[in-house]
């Protein structure tokens, strides 16, 4: 009777998924569709530049379950890092996007030509991206 009861309190729940598989769920599904635009175009750009820009909104909007002490040099580090990537990808993007002055996509763009590459290259980036953002 106990077991009885128990699989019908089980089976009347619906299933429902929690943040973490939510997420993965979203990100492979955004994957499968972004991988589509053709790389080095304006919609392959945007499917790059919508998510990035909302995993950082999420990022900086939420307060980190725990605090961890930084210190002054460690910050600066990441801050020169950060400003000479992007130095380095509005010159090269500027100067032509060359072979000899190539931006980020076009270094990868090999690697990800074909459309399971750019599938996993999505999952890879924006996993990542909503790692560093819970962090």
């Known amino acids: 009777m106990v077991e009885s009861r128990q699989r019908e309190e089980t089976a009347s729940r619906p299933l429902l998924?929690?943040?973490?598989?939510?997420?993965?769920?979203?990100?492979?599904?955004?994957?499968?569709?972004?991988?589509?635009?053709?790389?080095?175009?304006?919609?392959?750009?945007?499917?790059v530049l919508v998510p990035g820009l909302a995993i950082i909104i999420w990022g900086t909007r939420r307060t980190p379950k725990r605090t961890v002490?930084?210190?002054?040099s460690t910050v600066v580090t990441w801050f020169v890092l950060l400003g000479l990537f992007c130095v380095w990808e509005l010159v090269a993007f500027g100067w032509g996007n060359d072979q000899a002055h190539?931006?980020?996509?076009?270094?990868?763009?090999?690697?990800?030509?074909?459309?399971p590459a750019r599938v996993i290259g999505y999952v890879i980036w924006l996993s990542t991206g909503a790692w560093v953002a819970s962090r």
């Open 17 to 47: 998924l929690n943040r973490y598989a939510a997420l993965v769920v979203f990100i492979v599904g955004y994957a499968l569709l972004a991988a589509v635009a053709r790389p080095l175009t304006l919609p392959a750009s945007f499917t």
């Open 69 to 72: 002490k930084t210190t002054r």
């Open 102 to 115: 190539p931006t980020l996509s076009l270094a990868f763009d090999p690697v990800l030509e074909n459309y």
